[in-house]
């Protein structure tokens, strides 16, 4: 289990070509490495992932064609987001979190939320407004004030459109999550991973007739 609170960036260096998937070779960044044993879990931009090699410093997984099917930014370098696996005495900061990512949405818009200072001047030192269109299949997980998991990071969706096909999430963003997450990197077309609330997920299976 994990909370949604990234605890570092760290950086796909080398993707290695493995069975019918992948080795990465990944810079694990400012990420505490110093409780991390083989076999351990961390999360990597919301998947879970288990460490098959390590040093100081860095560390390597292997993901499979199945996870990559069902996942985004885990197929090439760049960087991720990482949290290790949740302790049973650590503080719950986000919200409960498996690591097993739901399906993945679009970003539709991202963009700064201007506000005018007291002398007419815009700030830009404030929130970022964005937009994610998820697919049809999780549409019902998600409400106004509900959590949502993008890319690993633990947020709250402030408004949800219905579509057709899907709905559009609303989330207000701090500069202090940008600063501290890949999701600093989005823009409109991006594909993020996503996971609902866990929750959400077991009313939702109480409630659906047999």
């Not at 796909?12 to 083989?38: C, P, W, Y």
């Not at 005495?89 to 970003?107: A, E, F, K, W, Y």
């Not at 991006?190 to 047999?210: F, G, Q, T, W």
């Amino acid at each position: 289990m994990f909370t949604g609170i990234i605890q570092a960036i760290g950086h796909i260096d080398t993707v290695e070509k493995l069975g019918d998937g992948f080795r990465l070779h990944i810079n694990a960044g400012k990420l505490d490495m110093s409780d991390v044993q083989l076999g351990d879990s961390i999360a990597l931009q919301g998947a879970c992932m288990t460490v098959v090699s390590m040093t100081t410093s860095h560390f390597a997984i292997d993901i499979s064609a199945e996870s990559l099917d069902k996942t985004t930014g885990l197929d090439q370098p760049g960087f991720i987001n990482l949290e290790k696996a949740l302790r049973f005495n650590d503080r719950l900061g986000g919200h409960l979190v498996s690591g097993h990512v739901d399906g993945m949405g679009t970003v539709t818009l991202f963009e700064q939320v201007e506000q005018t200072k007291s002398d007419g001047s815009q700030n830009n030192e404030g929130s970022w407004h964005l937009v994610i269109k998820a697919p049809k299949s999780l549409a019902k997980y998600l409400a106004y004030k509900g959590s949502i998991v993008v890319n690993g990071t633990s947020l709250t969706v402030n408004k949800v459109e219905d579509l057709n096909d899907g709905c559009l999430m609303h989330i207000n963003l701090i500069p202090h999550t940008l600063q501290n997450t890949t999701l600093q990197y989005l823009k409109a077309g991006s594909l993020v991973n996503l996971e609902v609330d866990l929750i959400a997920r077991y009313v939702e299976r109480m409630l659906s007739p047999n």
